[in-house]
C-alpha cells in the first residue's frame, strides 16, 4: 500500500496562496504572536536534527510540489510511551483564562467558544518526525492571523481523528492544512539537515484513526496511543513487517536523527518581518537585480571593432 505520494496543493486550509512567504519555525521556539504560553512536555524526545532525504527537488513550474502522507501512516508521528508531548489540560485552562483567545482559536477550527475544551480533549498528542508544512496563526489585535509555515520535526502538536496537526504545543496556536504559495520564499533561520524538497503535508486518512502506530525516535520502540488519548493507553506493538509502510521508519535514511546525516541547504536570510507585514525587505528577490536584467547592449556579445 502507497502511504506517500508526490503531489501538487493547489488549495487547502488557510490564508491567502499569494502571499509567498513560508516561515520556518524551529520545534523549541514560540514564534511571533503565540496565542499561549507553551503547553509543551518538556520530557519530550528532543528535535532531530535532520529531515528526510527520499523526495527530489520541486521543479519550478508554477505549482508547488509537495510530498503528501497519510494522516494515518505508522511512524509517521513519534512520542515517549506513557508521555503526552502537549498539556492537553494546561491548553485549556490558559485559553479558558483569556476569552478572546479562546474565540479567536475557535474561529480557525470553525466551532464554538464554548467547545474549544472538549475539542482540544478529542486530539492526541505526538511529536512530528518529518518537517511539515502547515497554516499557522499568531494572535494579534484581537484576531488569529494566518500565515504558512514549515513546522521543524520534533514539534509537540496534538492531531486529530485524521491526523492532521491542528495545534502547535509550544505556542497554543491552532493550524490548518497548508495554502499552496504561489511564489514560495522561505523566511526564518533553517535549523541543521533541513531542505525545502524534504519537507511534507499531512493528507487526512479516509476513516477515523482508532489508534496512532507511533515510534519513539530515542530507542526505535514501536507502541499505539489511542486517539485522544494522553499516553494513559499506550500499548507496545511490532513495528511495521513492510519497511514501506511507514513514511519515517527509524534507522533509516528517510529520517535521520544524527547531527551532520545530512548536507543542509543554506540558512535563508533571517528576516525582519513577523506574519502578516510587509515581506518586501525581509526577503532579497529571486534574480539579483544586477544581473538579472542586461543593459541594451551588452559589450560582451558584440564582436571587436577592426
Same mark, same amino acid.
Given at each position: 500500500? +502507497?502511504?506517500? +505520494? &508526490?503531489?501538487?496543493?493547489?488549495?487547502?486550509?488557510?490564508?491567502?496562496?499569494?502571499?509567498?512567504?513560508?516561515?520556518?519555525?524551529?520545534?523549541?521556539?514560540?514564534?511571533?504572536?503565540?496565542f499561549?504560553?507553551?503547553?509543551?512536555?518538556?520530557?519530550?524526545?528532543e528535535?532531530?536534527?535532520?529531515?528526510?532525504?527520499?523526495?527530489?527537488?520541486?521543479?519550478?513550474?508554477?505549482?508547488?510540489? $509537495?510530498?503528501?502522507v497519510?494522516?494515518?501512516a505508522?511512524?509517521?508521528?513519534?512520542?515517549? #510511551?506513557?508521555?503526552?508531548?502537549?498539556?492537553?489540560?494546561? #491548553?485549556?485552562?490558559?485559553?479558558r /483564562?483569556?476569552?478572546?483567545? %479562546?474565540?479567536?482559536?475557535?474561529?480557525? #477550527?470553525?466551532?464554538?467558544?464554548?467547545?474549544?475544551?472538549g475539542?482540544l480533549?478529542?486530539?492526541?498528542?505526538? $511529536?512530528?518526525?518529518?518537517?511539515?508544512?502547515?497554516? %499557522?496563526?499568531?494572535?494579534?489585535?484581537g484576531?488569529? %492571523?494566518?500565515?504558512?509555515?514549515?513546522? #521543524?520535526?520534533?514539534?509537540? &502538536?496534538?492531531?486529530?481523528?485524521?491526523?492532521?496537526?491542528?495545534?502547535?504545543?509550544?505556542?497554543?496556536n491552532?493550524?490548518?492544512?497548508?495554502? /499552496?504559495q504561489?511564489?514560495p520564499?522561505?523566511?526564518?533561520?533553517?535549523?541543521?539537515?533541513?531542505?525545502?524538497?524534504?519537507?511534507? &503535508?499531512?493528507?487526512?486518512?479516509?476513516?477515523? +484513526?482508532?489508534? !496512532?502506530?507511533?515510534?519513539?525516535p530515542? %530507542?526505535?520502540?514501536w !507502541?499505539?496511543?489511542?486517539?485522544?488519548?494522553?499516553g494513559?493507553?499506550?500499548?507496545?506493538?511490532?513495528?511495521?513487517?513492510?519497511?514501506?509502510?511507514?513514511?519515517?521508519?527509524?534507522?533509516?535514511?528517510?529520517?535521520p536523527?544524527?547531527?551532520?546525516?545530512?548536507?543542509?541547504?543554506? /540558512?535563508?536570510?533571517?528576516?525582519?518581518?513577523?506574519p502578516?507585514?510587509?515581506?518586501?525587505?525581509?526577503? @532579497? @528577490?529571486?534574480?539579483? @537585480?544586477?544581473?538579472?536584467?542586461?543593459?541594451?547592449?551588452?559589450?560582451?556579445?558584440?564582436?571587436?571593432?577592426?
Open positions: 500500500m +502507497v502511504l506517500v +505520494v &508526490v503531489l501538487t496543493r493547489p488549495e487547502g486550509g488557510g490564508g491567502s496562496k499569494e502571499g509567498g512567504e513560508v516561515f520556518l519555525q524551529a520545534a523549541g521556539e514560540s514564534g511571533p504572536d503565540p499561549t504560553e507553551s503547553t509543551a512536555n518538556d520530557d519530550a524526545p528535535p532531530a536534527t535532520a529531515s528526510p532525504s527520499v523526495a527530489p527537488s520541486p521543479s519550478k513550474t508554477g505549482a508547488q510540489v $509537495t510530498r503528501g497519510d494522516g494515518a505508522p511512524g509517521l508521528y513519534g512520542g515517549t #510511551q506513557k508521555v503526552a508531548s502537549c498539556d492537553v489540560e494546561q #491548553q485549556v485552562k490558559v485559553l /483564562a483569556a476569552p478572546d483567545k %479562546n474565540r479567536a482559536f475557535a474561529s480557525v #477550527q470553525d466551532i464554538e467558544p464554548s467547545a474549544v475544551p475539542y480533549r478529542g486530539l492526541t498528542p505526538v $511529536t512530528l518526525r518529518m518537517d511539515t508544512r502547515v497554516t %499557522n496563526h499568531g494572535y494579534r489585535d484576531e488569529a %492571523n494566518a500565515y504558512q509555515a514549515v513546522l #521543524q520535526a520534533g514539534t509537540a &502538536v496534538l492531531v486529530d481523528d485524521r491526523g492532521v496537526p491542528r495545534v502547535r504545543c509550544a505556542c497554543g491552532p493550524l490548518l492544512p497548508p495554502v /499552496a504561489e511564489d520564499r522561505q523566511t526564518g533561520k533553517a535549523w541543521p539537515g533541513y531542505r525545502a524538497s524534504d519537507v511534507v &503535508v499531512v493528507d487526512p486518512s479516509e476513516k477515523p +484513526v482508532k489508534e !496512532f502506530v507511533m515510534v519513539d530515542e %530507542n526505535g520502540d !507502541f499505539k496511543r489511542p486517539a485522544g488519548d494522553t494513559d493507553g499506550d500499548k507496545k506493538t511490532d513495528p511495521p513487517k513492510d519497511a514501506s509502510e511507514s513514511p519515517c521508519p527509524p534507522g533509516s535514511d528517510s529520517c536523527t544524527s547531527p551532520g546525516d545530512t548536507t543542509s541547504e543554506p /540558512a535563508p536570510d533571517d528576516p525582519t518581518s513577523r502578516g507585514e510587509d515581506p518586501a525587505t525581509s526577503e @532579497p @528577490p529571486p534574480d539579483d @537585480p544586477a544581473t538579472s536584467e542586461p543593459p541594451p547592449d551588452d559589450p560582451g556579445t558584440e564582436p571587436a571593432p577592426e
